[in-house]
């Protein structure tokens, strides 16, 4: 079974989370695969990503009996810079690194029984990313979130802006597509560089600025411009750099 699928129609990408035995708890697996989604997303023709679960949890975050290793390369923008809009769905628990997706994305839409936890804080470890969404929501809900680890309501997410519309269970799917149709409706090079001047304004943490730097830095390593910089010293030729990663 494939931990994610990407399904293309009318402009939308619809990414599943597939691995709702496991509550969607993200492994190696799955955060390549949703790094190779994001990267598929940005260079398509598709102009608007909408995040979905299976199962009855949107997901609890990294999968602590296989962590993954490369988990930031499942957050949009981190591992890849993501310009379209990404509409994400949330239902159940939305837990850990899970949070830090809905952070990344532009909007969110959730059912009334959707919980948003982030409980590193209890549990004595954290990957550091979280503390940028003191910069998207009031500064002391984001501490009592973090430093605390209790659980927010969906409701309560609502009232202080991390969620952008309730729904019914049943209704979640329709209504986060409905977002991403008329998304596709609206002109995307606007869409675009308002997003970016909006990022600007929402800077990134630091926590997020330094994961997003080191998978920058790690595609230009893997690139075929390195491979053809080391074959050409090795050949004593002048390099033929295509700036393709």
Same mark, same amino acid.
């Given at each position: ?13 619809? &990414? ?17 695969? =949703?790094?190779?989604? /994001?990267?598929?997303? %940005? ?25 993954? %290793? ?9 591992? &890849?810079?993501? @310009?379209?809009?990404? +509409?994400?769905? $949330?239902?159940? /628990? ?5 949070? +830090?997706? $809905? ?5 969110? $839409?959730? @059912? ?13 470890? @954290? ?35 991390? +969620?952008?519309? =309730? ?20 002109? !995307? ?13 929402? !800077? ?15 595609? &230009? ?20 750099? @295509?700036?393709?990663?």
């Amino acid at each position: 079974m494939n931990e994610i699928i990407y399904e293309s129609s009318d402009g939308i990408a619809r &990414i599943v989370l597939n691995r709702a035995e496991k509550r969607n708890a993200i492994n190696e697996a799955m955060a390549i695969g =949703l790094y190779e989604a /994001w990267k598929h997303f %940005q260079s398509s023709d598709d102009r608007v990503a909408v995040v979905i679960p299976a199962g009855d949890d949107f997901s609890v975050g990294a999968d602590i009996k296989s962590r993954p %290793q490369n988990f930031p390369l499942a957050i949009p923008g981190i591992g &890849i810079d993501v @310009t379209k809009p990404v +509409v994400i769905a $949330v239902d159940g /628990w939305c837990t850990g690194g899970a949070v +830090v997706m $809905v952070q990344m994305a532009d909007i969110c $839409v959730a @059912t009334e029984r959707a919980k948003f936890l982030y409980p590193e804080a209890k549990r004595g470890f @954290t990957g550091g990313m979280i503390a940028g969404i003191a910069n998207r929501i009031p500064h002391k809900i984001a501490m009592e979130m973090m430093l605390l680890g209790d659980e927010i309501s969906a409701r309560r997410a609502y009232e202080v802006g991390f +969620v952008n519309k =309730l729904v019914a269970p049943e209704e979640l799917n329709a209504v986060a597509m409905d977002y991403a149709r008329r998304l596709t409706r609206c002109a !995307p090079l606007v869409v675009a560089q308002l997003k970016q001047m909006a990022a600007e304004l929402v !800077p990134l943490g630091s926590a997020e600025r330094s994961a997003q730097l080191r998978y920058a830095l790690q595609a &230009i390593r893997e690139s075929d411009d390195a491979k053809e910089g080391v074959a050409s010293f090795i050949e004593k030729r002048m390099p033929a750099f @295509t700036g393709k990663l």
